[in-house]
Every structure is written in structure tokens, then in C-alpha cells.
């Protein structure tokens, strides 16, 4: 099958495959990685017509964008390359906090640059908002940017809509990333209405709620030992939690096997579903194995109607998911 492209943003567009990939857990965070398998991955996303890749610098912390970078080695004129900054941290992992003060946002795109093997990057992003920063300053360095040539496009993740309208008006931002699936709605109040009125695109992370909408994820004991997720930060996959959103799960399969897909892939029909002329939705599931990548490609020949977007509605409502997204949530934008 062929993907089909998908513009984010309006004032500055960018067109991207409609079906990005994640790359965050080729490197840590959900278990044991392999590089072989994750380059191998990333090959086969680009075969596919998989080129919008997400990376970050603190992601390893920085051998994802390392990895990244000799993936995608010969082929740079196929890819939309988005990563981020603003989570800091040290080689050794300690996390630092947030830092979205100008001369970080400097030295934190040119080192990206050099672990990208790149000398541009398409869409990148803050990661999380720096409440001790003007949001103004940090976008006013993020612009400065791209008049270096050194970016393309600019994004946010995890952006209040009052913290989207103050950074538009400095320079224009091409979409947000910001976790939605059908776990995950809470952008339907007040920050899509906004994106729409300013012509920002949505690049939805966590798609699949962090893998549990695959059905793969049964019990703590499905996930690696080494794996976050079975972490307290995640409440959605542990204990009282999970048992509850397992049996959102089990509805989600039955329509799945209605509509003969699997349920990761009807939850990212769903998502890709979102999309419409006024907002440009490109979702980033990540994964790092080839059959996964193959199946969430999948989704997109996934056509739901009206009754099928109503039924999923009624079989996961919008505040009948259990426990929040990150225990602690004192990172996000609000």
C-alpha cells in the first residue's frame, strides 16, 4: 500500500507522511533495545513510505539521535527529521529539568546537528515548556534558528493553548506534539479548537496509550522487567489501573474484529480519523521491531464510517480510562 502525505501547519507548512515513527524506545524507556533491529526498522519504515521520524537528545540520553543519524545515513532527502530539546540531561542520565533558556536552545540544536550527522532539521520541537522562561525568549532563539538555516520548522509538545498563542505570535508554529488516542483526549477542550484557529498541525504521540491498544499488553508481566511502564509514572498500566483499561481494551478488539484489523490498528484509524481540511494529524506510534512497524502501517487502509466513530465512542468515553497519564504530571504544560 501506498501512505498518503499530510500537511501540518499552514502559515509554515510541512508535509509529512500521514503515519510517522516514534523512535524513542529503540534506545531506552520500553525495555531492551537492539540496534540491528531498530536500523533495521527505520529501513523499512522509509520502504514503506514511513518518513516522518521523531527522535529527541534526551532520549538514551542522545544515542537515539545517534542511531537515528546512521539509519538514516545516504537517505536524508527522504526523511521529514523532527527532534526536541528541553528535557536536560546528563551523559550519565541524570535528568537536569527543563531548560528553555536561549542559550540552551543554541547549544542544544547545534550538538542534535551533530549527532544527526545532519546540517538541517525539519520540525523541531521544545519538549516540555520551561515555566521559568518567557515562552517568548525561547521561541525567539528557536526562530533565530531558522533564519541559521539550522531548522525548517518549529513545534511545542505539551503546550497550553495559552502558551501556543503567545509562541505563534513570535514565529509561527507548525504543529504540536502532544500525546492523543482514544485514551488520551483531554487537547478536544481547548487546544485543537486552537490549532485549528492558527493553522497548526497535531502530531499525536503515544497513539496506541503507550502500547496497552494493541491488546498486546495483558499484564505487568507482558512488559520487560527493565521496562518503565510497569512503573508507578505510568498508573494507566499498573495494578487497579490496567485491570480497568484492559476491559476498554476488550471492546476496542471486538470492534477490531468487525471491521477484520486488529486493535492497534483501529485505534489509529481512529487517530488518523481526527485529521481533517483545517487540521493536519500525523500520529508517531513508536516501535522498534519490523512487525509492528508493518501492522501500524496497516491502519491506514483502515476506512472507519460515522457508525464505526460513534461505536468507539460509546465503547471508550472520554473519562472511563483509569489513572492519569504520568504520575507525576507537574512537567506538563497547563
Keep these: 500500500m501506498t501512505l498518503q502525505k499530510r500537511t501540518l501547519g499552514t502559515g509554515s507548512s510541512l508535509t509529512v507522511s500521514e503515519l510517522g515513527l516514534g523512535c524513542m524506545g529503540m534506545s ?4 531492551r533495545g ?17 518518513t516522518f521520524l521523531d527522535t529527541a537528545d534526551m532520549y538514551g540520553p542522545f544515542t537515539n539521535e545517534q542511531l537515528v543519524g546512521k539509519a538514516i545515513a545516504g537517505r536524508r532527502d527522504e526523511i521529514q527529521l523532527a527532534t526536541k530539546f528541553g528535557n536536560e540531561r546528563l551523559p550519565d542520565g ?4 527543563i531548560n528553555g533558556k536561549p542559550e540552551y536552545v543554541r547549544a542544544a540544536c547545534d550538538a542534535s546537528l551533530q549527532r544527526l550527522g545532519v546540517d538541517h532539521i525539519d520540525l523541531y520541537y521544545q519538549h516540555r515548556v520551561d515555566k521559568t522562561v518567557p515562552i517568548e525568549e525561547t521561541v525567539g532563539a528557536m526562530a533565530e534558528l531558522v533564519e541559521a538555516g539550522k531548522v525548517r520548522h518549529l513545534g511545542l509538545s505539551e503546550a497550553s493553548a495559552t502558551t501556543i498563542r503567545r509562541a505563534h505570535a513570535v514565529h509561527p508554529i507548525t504543529a ?15 487546544i485543537l479548537p486552537v490549532l485549528r484557529e492558527l493553522g497548526i498541525g497535531l502530531v499525536p504521540y503515544s497513539p496506541l496509550g503507550r502500547g496497552i491498544l494493541t491488546g498486546a499488553i495483558t499484564s505487568e508481566s507482558s512488559l520487560d522487567e527493565d521496562d518503565s511502564r510497569r512503573s508507578a509514572y505510568f498508573p494507566r498500566l499498573n495494578g487497579e489501573g490496567l485491570r480497568a483499561n484492559l476491559q476498554l481494551v476488550d471492546r476496542v478488539r471486538a470492534i477490531a474484529e468487525q471491521k477484520g484489523c486488529t486493535p492497534g490498528q483501529l485505534a489509529l484509524a481512529w487517530v488518523l480519523a481526527q485529521g481533517d481540511d483545517e487540521l493536519g494529524v500525523a500520529p508517531i506510534p513508536g516501535t522498534k521491531r519490523v512487525k509492528y512497524l508493518e501492522e501500524n502501517v496497516g491502519a491506514a487502509a483502515v476506512e472507519l464510517t460515522h457508525a464505526d466513530l460513534a461505536a468507539l465512542d460509546e465503547a471508550v ?10 504520575g507525576d504530571m507537574s512537567s506538563i504544560d497547563a
Design 28 to 31: 531506552e524507556f520500553y525495555g
Design 34 to 50: 537492539d540496534e540491528g533491529e531498530a536500523i533495521a526498522t527505520i529501513h523499512r519504515a522509509l520502504d514503506l513510505g514511513v
Design 94 to 97: 541524570t535528568r537536569v529539568g
Design 176 to 190: 504540536l506534539q502532544s500525546e492523543y488516542s482514544l485514551f488520551t483526549r483531554d487537547l478536544e477542550d481547548e
Design 317 to 326: 468515553p472520554r473519562d472511563a480510562v483509569v489513572g492519569d497519564r504520568y
